[in-house]
Structure formats: structure tokens, C-alpha cells
């Protein structure tokens, strides 16, 4: 295993004394309602609204918030009607980016993403040209100091997932996409503390970036993060552990 999405461990740390809280509250509405819309308001039959509302639960998303959503995207509610799309490209040097947005307007967010990463250094790519480097993979993040190892460890196997990496703070239990709802309930039961799920394009091999470099880079994607089209953001960069000691607290 090539390893998880290191970006989003600083983001998920950042999250804690995150000012913009109404941000990702939008965002995970999007995914509420558009999950609802595709699959039904109810969680019990609908496994993408299920992973929606943990995670929004996960988030302290209010339960009023989570069910205008839903009800959004069942067409209980007036509201407005997003697309997904995948953007791919490149940051600089080479590291590839894979971009998973819900939009209303696919023509205004492509171009507003292109501006972004030309005056970065970037570039969007054509559809398919860093897909390949990346495996869809359910992945579920555990809170590292609230749990001991070897107990998440054995909990996670027993569970049936494929792979268990300790990173800083983190423990991450990796899954085939269809057994991840399986594998979350497994964990959630045996008391572990689940900070996120997703089902996520994780790479297969990884660029190293250190130094001014990892800093650039972090910035892209925090940029690529704010706007308000992009739910999740991907990339095959290998961000050295004194680079993100340090990013973490900027």
C-alpha cells in the first residue's frame, strides 16, 4: 500500500479550530442531499446517505441541518440541483491531482479551477490522464489517541479489512469499497473512535515532496479545498513527516 492521502491528515487537523465551519457544512450537505436524491432519504437502504450522515454526524453537523439536506435531495424541500464531476491535472512537479466536485454550473467551476491552478503553476488535464494512478479503496480514519494499536489492529482484521497503516495521530483501515460499511459497523461496535469514512481514490505510487516545495503544494490544495465546487481532493504526493509538523500549525 502505497499509503493514504496525507493532505487530508493536516486537514482533518486543521478542522479542529477551523473558522470556516459553514464551509464544510455546504459541502456536506451537497453530499447529503445529492445522496438522497440518487438513492432515497432513507439511510437504512441508501449506504452513500449512510456514510453521509456519519460523516456529517462525525463533523457535529446539527441534525435539523442534516435533514433540510436529505429532504433537499429527495425534492421534499425547494433546493438546487448539483452534478458530479471529476476534474484531473497536475500540480507542480508532476504531482497529480484528482478532483471530485458537485456543481451547478460545470463551465463556471472548470474555468474558475483552471485560473486557479495557472496562477499556481498547475493545470487541469484531460479526463482519464492520472485516474490510472489512483485505486478506489474505502478507507476509514481512526483517532490514534483515543484507542490503543494493537486493539484496532486486531479489531480491524477481525472486521475483515485489507490493510491497517498507524500514521501521526491516525490509524487508517483500508477495505474493498463494498465492504466498508461492513467494516465501519464492525469497528463503531467494538468502541473505536471513527473520526472520518470515505470511499477514496488512494494512490499508487507516491512523488516525494519536502521543503518550500511541500509548503507550495499545501497551499494549492488548501486553495483547491476552499472552493466551494470541490468535495474531495486527491493527490500522489509523499509529504515528508517534518514538513507536516510544521504545516500543520500554519
Same mark, same amino acid.
Given at each position: 500500500?502505497?499509503?493514504?492521502?496525507?493532505?487530508?491528515?493536516?486537514?482533518?487537523?486543521?478542522?479542529?479550530?477551523?473558522?470556516?465551519?459553514?464551509?464544510?457544512?455546504?459541502?456536506?450537505?451537497?453530499?447529503?442531499?445529492? #445522496? &438522497?436524491?440518487?438513492? +432515497?432519504? @432513507?439511510?437504512?437502504?441508501?449506504?452513500?446517505?449512510?456514510?453521509? *450522515?456519519?460523516? =456529517?454526524? %462525525?463533523?457535529?453537523?446539527?441534525?435539523?441541518?442534516?435533514?433540510?439536506?436529505?429532504?433537499?435531495?429527495?425534492?421534499?424541500?425547494?433546493?438546487?440541483?448539483?452534478?458530479?464531476?471529476?476534474?484531473?491535472?497536475?500540480?507542480?512537479?508532476?504531482?497529480?491531482?484528482?478532483?471530485?466536485?458537485?456543481?451547478?454550473?460545470?463551465?463556471?467551476?472548470?474555468?474558475?479551477?483552471?485560473?486557479?491552478?495557472?496562477?499556481?503553476?498547475?493545470?487541469?488535464?484531460?479526463?482519464?490522464?492520472?485516474?490510472?494512478?489512483?485505486?478506489?479503496?474505502?478507507?476509514?480514519?481512526?483517532?490514534?489517541?483515543?484507542?490503543?494499536?494493537?486493539?484496532?489492529?486486531? #479489531? &480491524?482484521?477481525?472486521? +475483515?479489512? @485489507?490493510?491497517?497503516?498507524?500514521?501521526?495521530?491516525?490509524?487508517? *483501515?483500508?477495505? =474493498?469499497? %463494498?465492504?466498508?460499511?461492513?467494516?465501519?459497523?464492525?469497528?463503531?461496535?467494538?468502541?473505536?473512535?471513527?473520526?472520518?469514512?470515505?470511499?477514496?481514490?488512494?494512490?499508487?505510487?507516491?512523488?516525494?515532496?519536502?521543503?518550500?516545495?511541500?509548503?507550495?503544494?499545501?497551499?494549492?490544495?488548501?486553495?483547491?479545498?476552499?472552493?466551494?465546487?470541490?468535495?474531495?481532493?486527491?493527490?500522489?504526493?509523499?509529504?515528508?513527516?517534518?514538513?507536516?509538523?510544521?504545516?500543520?500549525?500554519?
Amino acid at each position: 500500500m502505497a499509503g493514504h492521502n496525507k493532505w487530508s491528515q493536516i486537514k482533518r487537523k486543521k478542522g479542529v479550530n477551523d473558522q470556516a465551519r459553514g464551509r464544510v457544512f455546504a459541502k456536506i450537505g451537497r453530499e447529503l442531499a445529492v #445522496a &438522497a436524491r440518487d438513492g +432515497g432519504g @432513507d439511510p437504512n437502504f441508501n449506504p452513500r446517505l449512510r456514510l453521509a *450522515v456519519d460523516n =456529517a454526524r %462525525a463533523q457535529n453537523m446539527p441534525k435539523d441541518n442534516i435533514e433540510r439536506a436529505i429532504k433537499r435531495g429527495t425534492g421534499d424541500l425547494p433546493g438546487t440541483t448539483f452534478e458530479e464531476i471529476t476534474y484531473e491535472g497536475y500540480a507542480p512537479g508532476g504531482i497529480a491531482l484528482y478532483l471530485q466536485c458537485l456543481t451547478d454550473n460545470a463551465n463556471r467551476t472548470v474555468a474558475e479551477l483552471r485560473h486557479l491552478l495557472d496562477k499556481r503553476g498547475g493545470n487541469l488535464g484531460q479526463a482519464g490522464s492520472v485516474a490510472w494512478m489512483f485505486e478506489r479503496l474505502g478507507q476509514i480514519y481512526l483517532d490514534a489517541d483515543a484507542c490503543d494499536e494493537e486493539s484496532a489492529l486486531e #479489531a &480491524a482484521l477481525e472486521a +475483515g479489512a @485489507d490493510n491497517f497503516e498507524a500514521e501521526d495521530g491516525v490509524f487508517v *483501515v483500508t477495505t =474493498a469499497p %463494498a465492504d466498508l460499511h461492513e467494516v465501519q459497523k464492525a469497528l463503531r461496535d467494538a468502541g473505536l473512535p471513527i473520526q472520518e469514512t470515505e470511499v477514496a481514490m488512494v494512490p499508487t505510487n507516491m512523488v516525494k515532496v519536502e521543503g518550500r516545495k511541500a509548503e507550495k503544494l499545501v497551499g494549492l490544495l488548501d486553495a483547491i479545498d476552499e472552493h466551494e465546487d470541490v468535495q474531495r481532493v486527491y493527490s500522489n504526493a509523499d509529504l515528508d513527516d517534518a514538513d507536516l509538523a510544521v504545516l500543520e500549525t500554519s
